[in-house]
C-alpha cells in the first residue's frame, strides 16, 4: 500500500515562486509517488484572521486555482477543505487534554509568530493551540509522512508527543508520523531579502501576467557593488542568478551568463530577458490550466465536492477510533 502523505496550507492571498520552488513542485512529484492529502487550512488562518473572514473565504478559491494550475491532479491528490470535516476540529477538542499551556506556548513556531504579530497581551486562545489543531489534521488522516519546511518541524514534534500520549494512554491508535523535510533552500525575494513575502513586496505570483512579471524581473535588485556592464560581478547571492539557478533549465546559458558576469562582460539587462524567458516557460502552462479552472466554476467545486467527502471518509473513521479509546463511545443512541 501507498503511503500516505498530507500537507497544507493556511488560505491567505495567492501563491508565489516561493512557495512553488518551497512546496507545490514537490507535491507534483509525490502525489504519484504515495496517497497526497493537501489541506486547505481555513480553520487554522482564522486563527489569525478571525477579524477578516472575507479574506480567508476568497483565498480559499483562489488557493485551488494556484493547486490546480500548478499540476497537482484531483485524480491522484485529495484537496481537502479542512473546515468541511468537523471531526477535525472534535479531535482538537479532546488532543487538547493531552497538553499543557506552557508546551503549546514554548512551540518555536507559536512562538515567533506570536512576537511577529504583536499580540501582546491578547494571544487569541485559538492562535495558540493552533499546534494541537494541526496535529488533529495529521493524525485525522493518518499520514505517514508531512512534507514541511523547517518552520513546521517543530509542529510536527508536537504532534509525534500528542500521538504517543495518547496511544499510551488509550491503546495505540494514532499512527506517529514522520518529517519529510524538502531540500528546497527558501527562495529570496527579488529584493534580495531573505524570503518572498506579501507584506514585503518582493513576489512573483503563479496568477501575474507577462507583462507583471517582466516588470518585476526587469527591476530585481543584483549585485550592489557592479555599476556598468564592465565592472566584474558578484554571482554568488545574487538574486538574479538565484532564480537562474531555481528556474532556468538551460545549464549552459547559466554557466555562460555567469561567466560573463564575472568578467564584465555581460549586462544586467541581458541576464533578466533571459531569466524572464525561463520564468515564462515556467507560467505559461500554469497560466493555461488556471485559465481553464477559471472558466469551469463547476468542475472546481466537483474536485472540492469529491476531496471533501473523501476527506470525511477518512477523518471519521479516526474520530470513531479515538472516542472508543477514549470510552466516549456510546451504545444507547443508534
Ligand atoms: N501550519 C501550516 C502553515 O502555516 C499549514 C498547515 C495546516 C499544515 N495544517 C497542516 C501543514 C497539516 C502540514 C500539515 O503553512
Not at 497581551?121 to 489534521?137: K, R, T
Not at 476527506?311 to 443512541?333: C, D, H, P, W
Amino acid at each position: 500500500m501507498k503511503k500516505r502523505i498530507l500537507t497544507g496550507d493556511r488560505p491567505s492571498g495567492r501563491l508565489h515562486l516561493g512557495h512553488f520552488v518551497g512546496s507545490l513542485q514537490n507535491r507534483v512529484k509525490l502525489q504519484d509517488e504515495y496517497e497526497q492529502f493537501v489541506l486547505i487550512a481555513d480553520v487554522q488562518a482564522l486563527t489569525d484572521n478571525y477579524d477578516n473572514p472575507e479574506k480567508v473565504r476568497n483565498s480559499v478559491k483562489e488557493l485551488v486555482l494556484d493547486y490546480l494550475s500548478v499540476g497537482i491532479d484531483p485524480q491522484k491528490t485529495t484537496i481537502v477543505v479542512q473546515s468541511m470535516v468537523p471531526a477535525i476540529a472534535e479531535l482538537t477538542v479532546y488532543y487538547l487534554n493531552l497538553v499543557s499551556l506552557s508546551r503549546v506556548l514554548r512551540n518555536p513556531t507559536v512562538k515567533s509568530e506570536i512576537e511577529q504579530k504583536g499580540f501582546g497581551e491578547s494571544i487569541p486562545a485559538g492562535f495558540a493551540i493552533y499546534p494541537v489543531s494541526q496535529a488533529a489534521d495529521i493524525t485525522a488522516f493518518g499520514a505517514d509522512l508531512v512534507p514541511v519546511g523547517e518552520d513546521q518541524i517543530p509542529m510536527i514534534e508536537q504532534t509525534r508527543e500528542i500521538v504517543r500520549k495518547f496511544n499510551s494512554l488509550y491503546g495505540e491508535v494514532l499512527k506517529e508520523p514522520e518529517v519529510l523535510v524538502g531540500n528546497f533552500p527558501r527562495l529570496v525575494g527579488t529584493d534580495g531579502k531573505a524570503k518572498m513575502s506579501k507584506s514585503l513586496g518582493n513576489c512573483i505570483y503563479l496568477s501575474d501576467d507577462s507583462e507583471t512579471v517582466k516588470k518585476k524581473v526587469m527591476s530585481m535588485f543584483t549585485d550592489p557593488n557592479r555599476l556598468k556592464p564592465t565592472d566584474k560581478g558578484t554571482v554568488e547571492g545574487n538574486p538574479v542568478f538565484i532564480y537562474h539557478d531555481a528556474f532556468n533549465e538551460n545549464l549552459g546559458e547559466i554557466e555562460d551568463l555567469k561567466n560573463r558576469y564575472r568578467e564584465g562582460q555581460v549586462g544586467d539587462v541581458e541576464v533578466k530577458q533571459k531569466l524572464f524567458v525561463a520564468i515564462e516557460k515556467i507560467l505559461t502552462p500554469i497560466r493555461e490550466r488556471r485559465k481553464r479552472y477559471e472558466s469551469d466554476e463547476e468542475e472546481v467545486n466537483r474536485i472540492l465536492s469529491k476531496g471533501v467527502m473523501r476527506g470525511n471518509e477518512v477523518a471519521s473513521e479516526t474520530l470513531r477510533k479515538v472516542k472508543q479509546a477514549m470510552k466516549i463511545s456510546y451504545e444507547f443512541i443508534k
